[in-house]
């Protein structure tokens, strides 16, 4: 990883609170000149906080490549930032500002989780587990898009029987 900048959550002290799990990940480029591809890193730290739902905050860039050769990395703002409940097929989400933060809560259960912004690769993480004793912080930086476009069917027509064919 040629660049990257892992952003955590800090928290103060407060009085009859549970302890958390902190995880701060960063998903970031391998700087491939013809490609960019993302990577995930994630750390995990113990911090107290008073919380009933799952925190999930973080950044949202872009790279891309100017001229051939020089990589550059910008704030994507408004980028979309879904979470799936696997169990309940739910979708949350989010958008991150101008400055390209975002920050969202959401119940405690295992999501996909989607970053997407147009004219840049499409980042899904699989089964991430989320409990009420976690704040997450999850940095995304989506590499440039190369061309391919991804259609989801949400939607489908119902079969329907021939009944009686007129002519």
């Not at 100017?66 to 979309?80: P, S």
């Amino acid at each position: 990883m040629k660049k990257g900048i892992l952003y955590c959550v800090t928290l103060f002290l407060l009085t009859a609170c549970a302890k958390k799990v902190v995880r701060c990940a960063l998903i970031g480029e391998n700087m491939n000149p013809k490609k960019l591809q993302s990577v995930v890193t994630i750390n995990e730290n113990r911090l107290i906080a008073d919380t009933t739902v799952v925190n999930v905050s973080g950044k949202v860039l872009g790279s891309y490549i100017h001229d051939g050769n020089d990589t550059i990395t910008d704030i994507l703002e408004y980028a979309n930032v879904a979470f799936t409940n696997l169990k309940t097929q739910e979708v949350l989400g989010t958008t991150s500002k101008v400055d390209g933060l975002y920050n969202i809560f959401i119940p405690a259960a295992t999501y996909n989780i989607e970053f997407q912004f147009i004219g840049y690769n499409r980042v899904i993480i699989e089964n991430v587990k989320l409990d009420t004793s976690e704040i997450v912080n999850l940095s995304a930086n989506l590499g440039q898009g190369i061309g391919k476009e991804y259609f989801e069917i949400r939607k489908h027509r119902a079969n329907r029987e021939l009944i009686r064919k007129t002519n």
